[in-house]
């Protein structure tokens, strides 16, 4: 009988995932529903209300077949304005989730059609495009292919998320106005009641963020003299599929079973890495694309990315828990995978005597695209340098108001991070190949979003073949609000 088989037929039980992968339409089916609605979940013995993306069977997420498209109906069911960025997938640009670029947000109680080819398969998610994406408006976005859905394994989503009780409106108005910074950015955030109100509807003025002007911003020598800033903000909790560590999700797996882990690091201003305990695994995916496997026990993760991890669990069985370490810290999240009979400890959420590494870009050097861009000299290249300082909390891109493309272009950006704060960058509308990191070339990963550490820089490479003006931006919530966004326009647009 086969593992898959097995586990419906109750090897998992009441262990059975949340957040399970599992197929959604027939081809000639209606569009799958998805709505933007509020939920109730408990973190640290308090009941928080925060959004929701609620697929058709009533749990987070969507699992689509790659050969069936992208045909949802999203219904806004909050009481303000959304709208929702498919992360990862490559759609028209009318049809991309950025508010009015070009198409405005949802009302509250108003629908909207999604129908576009989907170009690969994939580890994806989506999320606001506004402060709301801090109040758990994110969700898994799974594209299945063929091969994968005859693959004898179980699939098994890790989707992490930072959590504050403090409204995200909160946080940013302590972040300007300079409460909470130091060297290390761990500022101190007050508890407060979680409240959904806002922010003028729940929209950010994109097209305002003017990034010439980084007058106040400190120079290159002045910055390098400064300590690296971590993070932003002390969080409340660090979740893992709506759960804390001290109360974790526990999966059920099979003695001797293939399991492939979709991690998604949904947080929005915290970076992680991966720990796979005394498991051992083959990196197989980063952003959705293929990389040529890579055996792994650890796997740093900055916002916005996601790893394909293939597992063995042992023969002899056991609980397995998989943990997300926060960057510098002691804090950390995460699920357990557990063979049926299985002793499991719970575990503390802190752990001081193991802090999460500091994430560089020692890792991303190693990874290979399993399927790299074809060899053509690029049309345009531009140098963009990320320029910001925790003090004043006002970050730019300098130089990416001239960000053009035409189709048909292979488009290079260098990307040279002039601040002391590491910057997730991403781009929308299409993957892009690293083909450089500090000046050396190489044939690095497809990915949607690069971590640039201070001081630092990386070259990508693209086809501009999806015209529109599409947004660039830092991952970090708070960067991008604070002025880190801007687009690559294609002629025309």
């Known amino acids: 009988m086969k593992r898959r088989t097995l586990l419906k ?33 408990e973190v640290n013995g308090k009941a928080a209300t925060v959004f929701g993306l609620i697929g058709p069977d009533g749990r987070p997420g969507l699992v689509l077949d790659r050969e069936q ?91 992490l998320h930072d959590f504050s009780f403090t409204p995200p409106e909160e946080l940013l108005a302590k972040l300007s106005s300079g409460m909470g910074h130091g060297s290390t950015g761990h500022g101190t955030m007050a508890q407060g009641g979680m409240d959904h109100g806002a922010m003028d509807h729940g929209t950010m003025d994109h097209s305002s ?34 759960r804390t560590l001290d109360d974790p999700e526990i999966i059920g797996v099979e003695k001797g079973g293939q399991v492939r882990l979709r991690i998604i ?98 890792f991303e050097a190693g990874l290979l695209a399993a399927e790299p861009l074809a060899g053509k000299e690029p049309a345009r290249s531009y140098e963009v340098g990320l320029v910001g300082n925790m003090m004043t909390y006002r970050w730019g891109l300098e130089g990416a108001d001239r960000l053009v493309a035409a189709k048909g272009d292979r488009i290079e950006v260098t990307l040279v991070n002039r601040s002391m704060m590491a910057h997730p960058m991403h ?31 990386a070259t990508i490479a693209f086809d501009a073949g999806n015209p529109g003006k599409w947004a660039f931006h830092c991952h970090h919530l708070y960067h991008m609000v604070s002025g880190m966004m801007a687009f690559v326009t294609y002629e025309g647009y």
Do not use: C
């Open 427 to 457: 781009l929308h509308g299409h993957h892009f190949q690293v083909v450089a990191i500090n000046g050396q070339r190489f044939s690095g990963a497809v990915r949607d979003t690069l971590l640039l550490p201070p001081m630092q820089s």
């Open 209 to 242: 963020m003017n990034h010439g002007d980084m007058s106040a911003m400190q120079s290159m020598e002045e910055q390098m003299a400064m300590p690296m800033d971590l993070n932003d903000i002390e969080y409340d909790a660090y979740l893992a599929n709506d």
């Open 69 to 159: 498209g992208f045909r949802v109906e999203l219904t806004n069911s909050l009481s303000e304005e959304t709208l929702i960025h498919w992360h990862g997938l490559t759609p028209p640009w009318d049809q991309d989730g950025v508010p009015d670029v070009p198409k405005p947000m949802l009302k509250s109680g108003e629908s909207r059609l999604y129908d576009f080819a989907l170009a690969s398969a994939g580890t994806n998610w989506m999320h606001a495009h506004t402060l709301q994406e801090q109040n758990l408006l994110a969700a898994p976005l799974i594209i299945r292919s063929a091969e994968d859905r005859k693959r004898d394994e179980q699939e098994v989503v890790l989707f």
């Open 9 to 41: 037929a109750g090897l998992a039980g009441s262990l059975a995932s949340l957040w399970p992968v599992r197929p959604l339409l027939a081809a000639d089916a209606a569009p799958a529903t998805l709505k933007a609605t509020t939920r109730t979940i």
């Open 265 to 362: 690091n949904a947080a929005t201003s915290t970076a992680f890495t991966i720990d796979l305990g005394t498991l051992e695994g083959q990196l197989i995916a980063v952003d959705g694309q293929p990389v040529q496997p890579r055996t792994v026990r650890q796997v740093p993760l900055t916002m916005a990315q996601r790893a394909d991890i293939r597992l063995a669990i042992p023969p002899a069985g056991g609980s397995f828990p998989i943990l997300a370490l926060r960057e510098g810290t002691g804090h950390r999240t995460g699920l357990i995978l557990a063979t049926p009979g299985a002793a499991i400890t719970r575990l503390p959420v802190q752990d001081e005597s193991v802090r999460g590494p500091v994430l560089d870009l020692s």
